[in-house]
Structure formats: C-alpha cells, structure tokens
C-alpha cells in the first residue's frame, strides 16, 4: 500500500466556525461537513475553510507572505527541537492556518493554537520571568518556540508522531489509555491524518530524498525523515 493510500482510504470532513475553530470528522455529521482529504483518484487536498487542490494548497504554503516571514522563525524552533520545519508547517496551518493573532473559544493562543497551561510547562524560566505566560504565547517567535519543544516532548514521551498528535489534539491522558496509540475519537483521528497529509506532502516537495517511513497508530506507514 503506498503511503498516501493509507490515508486516502478514510474520508476526513470538517468546516470552520464563526470562531476561527476547525471541527474535523470522519464522516459528516452535518450539512456544515465537507470533505478535507481526497478520495481515491482525486488529487484535492483541503485545509478547513481553503478549498484548493493539493498543488494549490503547497504552493500557498510555499509563498504566502503569512508564511514566508515566519519560515525564519519556523527553521529556528525546528533546528531547537529536532523537528522537520514540514512538521511544522503542516500542524500551523492545521491549527491556525497562520493566523498569529488566532485565540480559540477554549482559550488556545497563537500560531499553533498553545492553551496557557502548556505555555507555563514548556517556557523556561527565563522565558516566564520575560512576560506573562499568554503574552509569550501570543509572540510569533515564543509561540513556535515553545510550541516546537512541546510537541518534540510529547514525540518522545508517546514514541510516534501520531500518538504525538494525537496527544496535541485530544490530552496526553486519552493517548496513554489508548495504549500510547492514536484514541478512537473521531476528531483526534481526522487531525492526526490531515497533519500527516501535509506533512508526507511538504515533505515529497522539499525532502523526498530523506523520506524512510513513519508510524500510524493503526499500524499503517507514511513517510518519516531519520
């Protein structure tokens, strides 16, 4: 099975709400449900509320000035972290899709969506002595910062990117009683799959030469750079 069939096979729906916040599914629940991977034999690919073609949607990804003035920032916290900028990539335009100034109905602050207590964890000391914990997080570069160590934390502490995540979407709690494995939440499983989407696609446009494998809960594969 070819790395983007496995992913293809499930149907991923979603839409964005008058709050900015993107509801994902695997099936759709109601009318405001539209599909965000493509089926077998198209070659769409959708971030909620962008309806473009996957050469559409890299591309943008690759020159949107939102994204280009931030790539410096982004190479940074992946160079800090030990995670690929694609990585990064994918989860911010999943989470905020750029938006900096992004704050969910929940409380999730910034470029990739950190709720206050995480930012409290994850900043050093000297960071929480610079500024308010939510000031941090509402900076670009502390955002990416923080936000890259806790997502490279939680790849070591769960043992795969998707358990990683899927940990990131739905609390590390739900991931360790699913047996350090992607949970059976509808959601959790249709934003892991659409991180990874992208991810095995920024990775095919920029480093295919280093793609080896990577590790679905379900034990299916897609790319992963060693």
Avoid: C
């Avoid at 790539?71 to 940074?76: A, E, F, I, S, V």
């Avoid at 002595?129 to 939510?134: H, I, L, N, S």
């Avoid at 995540?165 to 494995?181: I, P, Q, S, T």
């Amino acid at each position: 099975m070819g790395p983007l069939a496995a992913s293809a096979q499930t149907p991923l729906y979603g839409y964005v709400d008058g709050h900015g916040v993107a509801h994902l599914a695997q099936q759709p629940l109601d009318t405001r449900f539209e599909p965000l991977l493509r089926e077998r034999g198209d070659s769409r690919v959708r971030v909620p509320g962008k309806s473009i073609d996957r050469g559409s949607l890299l591309t943008w990804l690759e020159f949107a000035p939102e994204v280009k003035s931030l790539m410096p920032l982004m190479r940074q916290a992946a160079e800090s972290s030990g995670l690929d900028v694609e990585l990064l990539k994918a989860v911010i335009a999943v989470e905020s899709g750029f938006r900096a100034d992004q704050v969910s109905p929940a409380g999730a602050i910034g470029l990739m969506q950190l709720m206050p207590a995480a930012g409290e964890r994850y900043a050093t000391r000297g960071e929480r002595a610079a500024a308010p914990v939510e000031t941090l997080l509402r900076d670009p570069r502390h955002n990416l910062t923080i936000g890259s160590r806790m997502l490279a934390d939680l790849w070591r502490r769960t043992g795969s990117i998707d358990a990683a995540l899927a940990a990131w979407n739905a609390g590390e709690g739900r991931v360790r009683k699913a047996g350090n494995r992607v949970p059976d939440i509808a959601e959790t499983r249709a934003h892991v799959h659409l991180v990874l989407e992208l991810y095995w696609s920024l990775l095919q446009s920029s480093q295919s030469q280093r793609a080896r494998s990577l590790r679905f809960a379900s034990g299916s594969s897609v790319a992963h750079p060693e």
